[in-house]
């Protein structure tokens, strides 16, 4: 027995749902490189002036090795804004993946619904 898909609206409700998630995805890369310049503006002055605070701090926990989005090891403070720009990378592809597929499922169902429609050859 074969899948079917069973959608409940429209589909060009969902291409413009998908849409507005990959436009919110872009916008979310937009912010996110704007504030990961800040940061490394930030951090390349004197932020964090060599003391016993910033010592304790730097180093274990503000540079420590964790996983980033990619899955590759990266410092704290690097692996934070390489994943937060992933966010709006999976969003942006996430909205044309579906927004591409619902154009395909729409093209398909009209292409069956005139397979169905047509009388048998012959007749």
Do not use: W
Request: proline share 6%; with cysteine; charged share 25%.
């Amino acid at each position: 027995m074969g899948n079917y898909v069973s959608i409940t609206s429209s589909p060009a409700e969902l291409i413009n749902v998908a849409g507005r998630i990959r436009d919110r995805g872009i916008a979310l890369g937009d912010q996110v490189k704007k504030i990961n310049a800040d940061i490394v503006e930030h951090e390349g002055r004197d932020t964090f002036p060599k003391d016993k605070f910033t010592d304790g701090f730097l180093g274990p926990t503000y540079h420590k090795q964790v996983p980033g989005a990619d899955g590759k090891e990266h410092p704290a403070n690097q692996a934070l804004m390489t994943s937060a720009a992933a966010c709006g990378d999976q969003l942006r592809a996430i909205g044309e993946y579906v927004g591409k597929a619902m154009v395909n499922y729409d093209v398909q169902d009209l292409e069956n619904a005139k397979t169905i429609t047509k009388p048998p050859a012959g007749h």
